[in-house]
Structures are given as C-alpha cells and as structure tokens.
C-alpha cells in the first residue's frame, strides 16, 4: 500500500509539472489530467455511476484517481469523450443527416419521375428551370439542319422526310430582313397596303382616308388621293386587261380605283359597305354590309359597279366570331364564298353549311 502511495505520488507531481507547461487550456490525455480535470471528472464518476472499488484512491492533494473510463472524459466545450469518439455519434449516426445535398438530389430526381419518357444519362440539371427529358424523335422526321435535309432528299422522299417542307419554309422566311422603308413624310399612320400587279408599285392606305402610290425602289410617293372619310381598313389591286384596278375599303364606304390615276379620284364609290374583296376572275367583289343587324355578303359587278346578288345570313343566333373582323374569300372557282364560318353557294340565296367556331 506504501510503494502504491509513492507512486500515485510521483504521478501527481508529474501531472503538477506538465500542467504548468502546457497551460489550463492545453492539450490533454488520459494519461496527463490537471487537478480541475480531476476534481470534475470524480464528480462525473460518482454521478453517472461508473465508479469501482479503486476510484476509492487518492493522490497527494486528497483528489480521487482515475481508474475508469469514465474518469478519463476531457470536460472541455465540444463534449464529453470516449476512446469510440464522441458519445453523440452514437445515436446520431443511426439515423440518415438530413442536408442540403440530399434535399436537392431528392428535389430532381423527383422532377426526373415526373417526365414522360426519362432517359438514363442527364445531361447537367438547372435549379431555376423544370427539367424535362428530351422527346424520343421519330426517324421518319426530316432532320433540323438544312444541308443534313438537302442530303437526305437523295436517297427519301423530296421534303426529306415529314415535315420537311415546313422546315424549310421556316429557314426561308427567317433570313427575311428589312429592305427599304416607306414612310409618309406627312406623319400619317400607314394602315394597309398591297402590291400593284408586277410592277414596284404599291398602294398604301393610312389612317387620315388617304390612298398613295409609293416606288419601292425610291420611296417616293407618286401620287395620293383623300376620298375616305375613315381610316382604311383593307387595300386590293388587280390587273383587269390593261387597267391596274385598286379597291380600298374603310369602315363606312368603299372605292374602286384606276392605279394609273389615282389623284383623278376614284372610278367608283359604294357607301354603306366594306371589307370589298375581288373575286379570283376579278369579273366581281364583294363587299359587307355595315348595317348591325344585317349579315350579307353584296355581290357588285366590276365594270358597272352595281350588286349583282345579295347573300344573307338570316340565322337568329349570332355566330361566335364578330364579323366586323372577317373577311370574305372566294373559291378557286369563284362559285363558292366562305365569311364567318358561313359558306354560300352563289347560284343559292342561303347559306349551304355552317361551320363550328
């Protein structure tokens, strides 16, 4: 019991010694505890009841010994410690952390589940966008680049492929730019406009009734007219033998015009009609009614410029579309009209089908 005083002795002294050099916030060890480590970690011993008959010693300033795992605990402000590691670890890791990696992973392959046809290899996911997979592509489908779908015609059909016409309708207008600009110095607002025949005529029609013939190789206005009291709605020309014919239409009247003269005025005047169309033979136009309450469709002849036949919608209900907005468009054969969902037949006063809207 004496040589097992003497020893506890020495290690006091040892630990005395080695507290003074590494300061009351060093390193610490099992092996090398400060007097204040002792004082606590006997209290810890007694409290959690993990003392042994040998925690019953004492060393040289009356403090208990360490004698078992739980007196070599450190007390610092990270925990208490075991030789496993930290006793949180413990309970925490029998349960998966929660973090932010997990939540976002979980968030896109949520998104992933949700597509219609979901491809094993992804390409790089964006947060501020809703991914969606790419659609498998039909290889019936023409291909997207041009020169991929000039080659495929070789060997498939002449569009190469389906839809391949519409592509390239779509690459052609696309490279449509802005080649030279009509303006009217005079400030009006242009509303309508058509080309003249072959020539590089146009008629234009602008907000104040005013009819004008531009050069669209010299923006240059050749000629105008004011003969609408309203603004122009709708300009139409046609080459009728020798004659460039030009039909402007407003709100309340229309007027039928000579191109080679427009500031002579026009040939002919109608009130009480508009939106006129010529007919594809140009033998006749057609003209609405600006009454509310009557749905017709004025048949004029050109060259007298007097109605020829009247088509009237007398149906009760109203069809879905205004026809203050629909124009009137003539079968390749002239025999046929077709206005607001309503077709005519002109050999028959009343409408022949209607058409759902």
Not at 250 to 257: E, F
Request: glycine content about 8%; some cysteine; charged content about 20%.
């Amino acid at each position: 019991m004496k040589r097992k005083l003497l020893d506890l002795k020495d290690f006091g002294l040892a630990s005395s010694g080695k507290r003074i050099n590494t300061g009351e916030h060093g390193l610490r060890s099992p092996g090398c505890l400060t007097p204040n480590t002792t004082r606590k970690i006997g209290s810890l011993s007694d409290a959690v009841g993990f003392s042994t008959p040998a925690s019953g010693l004492r060393d040289i300033h009356g403090r208990s010994t360490p004698s078992t795992l739980a007196d070599y605990a450190d007390d610092n402000q990270y925990g208490i410690y075991t030789q496993s590691g930290p006793l949180n670890d413990n309970h925490s890791g029998n349960s998966e952390r929660l973090t932010l990696d997990s939540l976002v992973v979980q968030y896109l392959k949520h998104q992933h589940r949700q597509c219609p046809a979901p491809i094993t290899t992804l390409p790089p996911l964006s947060l501020l966008h809703p991914h969606v997979c790419p659609e498998p592509k039909r290889s019936l489908d023409a291909p997207s680049n041009i020169t991929a779908r000039l080659g495929t015609r070789e060997f498939r059909s002449i569009y190469g492929g389906v839809h391949g016409n519409r592509k390239d309708r779509q690459f052609v207008y696309s490279r449509f730019r802005p080649w030279r600009t009509c303006r009217d110095d005079a400030g009006a607002l242009l509303t309508c406009v058509t080309f003249l025949g072959d020539s590089s005529h146009i008629a234009v029609g602008s907000h104040a009734g005013e009819l004008k013939i531009f050069d669209s190789n010299s923006n240059n206005v050749l000629e105008s007219c004011t003969s609408h009291q309203s603004p122009l709605t709708l300009v139409q020309s046609y080459v009728c033998g020798e004659t460039q014919l030009v039909l402007s239409s407003s709100s309340q009247d229309v007027r039928l015009w000579d191109a080679s003269s427009i500031s002579g005025g026009p040939i002919h005047s109608l009130d009480g009609c508009k939106a006129a169309r010529f007919s594809n033979s140009g033998n006749v136009f057609a003209a609405l009614t600006t009454e509310q309450a009557r749905r017709e469709i004025l048949l004029y002849d050109v060259q007298t410029c007097h109605v020829e036949s009247t088509l009237s919608d007398t149906t009760p209900i109203p069809t879905g579309r205004g026809h203050v907005y629909s124009l009137v468009h003539f079968s390749p054969s002239d025999t046929m009209l077709l206005w607001n969902g309503v077709l005519w037949d002109r050999r028959q006063s009343g409408p022949v089908h209607r058409f759902d809207q």
